[in-house]
């Protein structure tokens, strides 16, 4: 009878290395940890190619490997095991370290062990990442250069204003002539980054397939939508509705427990909030420009409710809506009737 033979690979991943610790399974057997660190550089994916292939890893599904995200550091590792075959979950750092339960101490080479041991343990429960798409990790990277120079934008606009209410007219001049150059310039990058997003998009068909459903949902427009598209990785792994929501913070959660506790429901702290305030801001124009909203909002107000209660239902609606046109790849339809 054939041995089952599998691979478990954890990975800790920073700016300059990546410390691996590899572990062989056979017929459910757990062998010992082998540990070695590499260059997180091209030079160093090859040499951890050799490394794999003097082990005998096997460049398939027998094989799982585990690393936490971290920005843009694991990209060099993402993009090794895409092209390798070689399935890798990238997981929520948070996550991952609540499953080690109570834990002392830490560096490099123990966490590649625990993420080791947390992949043969978490294997059938995990969901494989998926492969890297160079089309959309360069819109990810296009939209994060848009939103930190609107920031900028925003903060000098800001901080020239309220110096105007402290300090001499002429002060203020100074200033504003001073910045004039620089808000110019972020200005036209501004400009120039909305056409190379629009260019991203429809260079892959399928994400400027579903930009164009989500921008049919009332109140989501072209920077909600694209955003969507990025921090969802174009709706991958089929995303649901509930899963959206959750993820942008809109979703309330109940505080009970026993006979003491009686919170009322609240929306978690831990969310995207660049999201959540981007389907604020949908709810909000929803509320002004669609009827079904409106009279949902004037409805439930006039009910007693929460004006931000009411306000965040619409932002939950919206985030169901858009998930229920990327799943079914079909406009949104409006069969909204008023009563009589």
């Given at each position: 009878m054939e041995k089952v033979s599998k691979c478990y690979l954890g990975m800790d991943v920073s700016k300059l290395y990546f410390d691996v610790s590899l572990m062989h399974v056979v017929d459910h057997q757990s062998g010992t940890v082998e540990y070695n660190r590499f260059d997180n550089t091209a030079e160093g994916m090859k040499t951890f190619?050799?490394?794999?292939?003097?082990?005998?890893?096997?460049?398939?599904?027998n094989t799982l490997a585990v690393?936490?995200?971290?920005?843009?550091?694991?990209?060099?590792i993402w993009g090794f095991c895409t092209v390798h075959n070689v399935p890798l979950y990238i997981g929520n750092a948070l996550h991952i370290k609540n499953s080690f339960g109570l834990v002392r101490g830490k560096n490099d080479k123990i966490d590649s062990q625990r993420l080791c041991r947390y992949a043969y343990k978490h294997e059938d429960e995990i969901k494989i990442t998926q492969a890297l798409n160079p089309g959309l990790l360069k819109l990810k990277d296009l939209?994060?250069?848009?939103t930190n120079?609107?920031?900028?934008?925003?903060?000098?606009?800001?901080?020239?204003?309220?110096?105007?209410?402290?300090?001499?007219?002429?002060?203020?001049?100074?200033?504003?002539?001073?910045?004039?150059?620089?808000?110019?310039?972020?200005?036209?990058?501004?400009?120039?980054?909305?056409?190379?997003?629009?260019?991203a998009l429809k260079e892959d068909s399928s994400m400027y397939t579903n930009y164009t459903l989500l921008k049919t949902v009332p109140g989501v427009g072209h920077i909600t939508a694209v955003y969507m598209l990025c921090w969802t990785g174009n709706f991958s792994g089929g995303i649901s509705g509930?899963?959206?929501?959750?993820?942008?913070?809109?979703?309330?959660?109940?505080?009970?427990?026993?006979?003491?506790?009686?919170g009322k429901n609240k929306v978690h702290k831990m969310a995207n909030k660049d999201l959540k305030k981007l389907l604020h801001l949908c709810a909000l124009s929803a509320i002004r420009c669609y009827p079904e909203f409106q009279d949902y909002y004037q409805r439930k107000v006039s009910e007693g409710k929460h004006p931000m209660g009411v306000l965040n239902a619409i932002r939950n609606k919206i985030a169901l809506r858009a998930a229920a046109v990327i799943r079914e790849q079909k406009e949104y339809v409006n069969n909204y009737k008023k009563a009589a």
């Open positions: 190619k050799k490394y794999l292939q003097h082990h005998k890893v096997p460049f398939n599904s690393i936490e995200n971290t920005g843009v550091y694991h990209r060099l939209m994060t250069a848009r120079l609107v920031k900028h934008q925003s903060a000098t606009k800001s901080y020239i204003k309220e110096l105007g209410q402290f300090q001499d007219k002429s002060i203020q001049k100074l200033m504003e002539k001073s910045h004039r150059a620089a808000l110019k310039g972020l200005a036209t990058s501004i400009e120039q980054l909305e056409k190379d997003i629009e260019k509930k899963q959206l929501a959750c993820y942008a913070g809109v979703v309330p959660f109940s505080e009970r427990s026993g006979s003491s506790i009686r």
